[in-house]
T-cell receptor, first 113, second 115 residues
Framework: DAKTTQPNSMESNEEEPVHLPCNHS???????IHWYRQLPSQGPEYVIH???SNVNNRMASLAIAEDRKSSTLILHRATLRDAAVYYC??????????????FGSGTQLTVLP | GAGVSQTPSNKVTEKGKYVELRCDPI?????LYWYRQSLGQGPEFLIY????????DSGLPNDRFFAVRPEGSVSTLKIQRTERGDSAVYLC?????????????FGPGTRLLVL
């Protein structure tokens, strides 16, 4: 199964941009890159996903490297409410299952006031 | 509209007892998933339903765990002869589509504590 690697933790100051990296060197051409986050004592929440092109939505931006072996989730202005564990997940025919989400340990983001 | 709901929000039971955990998915979502999350870990897949049938139950740890979705909507996760190691947060998710681009919508989870 294609796997992802993320830093265990990151810190950011409030109101500043945050770049959360994810390495997925064994990604295949059919794998989508998904990001979910989990706030304390809540279920995971969808953030964004993409296949090849960079993506933007109201929550974040997703920058995908040209070779697709890495991606970066960008929060443009971090707020205290963005403090959460962020998970980078591959989904596709080569990722074991197109249905279930395979969560790693994620990146714990701390936002400092 | 209403999101995924799970009941109870917390459940404390004794070792050896039977428990049922309920999930109400978003209306119209055909796919339903159960995950389990231990403290400090990411969620782990248990079982996936497409409609009424269990399409993939490869994540169930042993035969003490069973799940049903008889009418293709509400699902119940059943754990027999609970053990202390079953203590975890049990998460349910639902989704409207099939395929690797779909989004899963999670409930708040049921925190199970086995004493």
């Amino acid at each position: 199964d294609a796997k992802t690697t993320q830093p265990n933790s990151m810190e950011s100051n409030e109101e500043e941009p945050v770049h959360l990296p994810c390495n997925h060197s064994t990604i295949s051409g059919t794998d989508y890159i998904h990001w979910y986050r989990q706030l304390p004592s809540q279920g995971p929440e969808y953030v964004i996903h993409g296949l090849t092109s960079n993506v933007n939505n109201r929550m974040a931006s997703l920058a995908i490297a040209e070779d697709r072996k890495s991606s970066t989730l960008i929060l443009h202005r971090a707020t205290l409410r963005d403090a959460a564990v962020y998970y980078c997940i591959l989904r596709g025919l080569s990722s074991g299952s197109a249905r279930q989400l395979t969560f790693g340990s994620g990146t714990q983001l701390t936002v400092l006031p | 509209g209403a999101g995924v709901s799970q009941t109870p929000s917390n459940k404390v039971t004794e070792k050896g007892k039977y428990v049922e955990l309920r999930c109400d998915p978003i209306s119209g979502h055909t796919a339903l998933y159960w995950y389990r999350q231990s403290l400090g870990q990411g969620p782990e897949f248990l079982i996936y339903f497409q409609g009424t049938g269990a399409a993939d139950d490869s994540g169930l740890p042993n035969d003490r765990f069973f799940a049903v979705r008889p009418e293709g909507s509400v699902s119940t996760l059943k754990i027999q002869r609970t053990e202390r190691g079953d203590s975890a947060v049990y998460l349910c998710a639902s989704s409207p589509d099939r395929g690797p681009a779909e989004t899963q919508y999670f409930g708040p989870g049921t925190r199970l504590l086995v004493l």
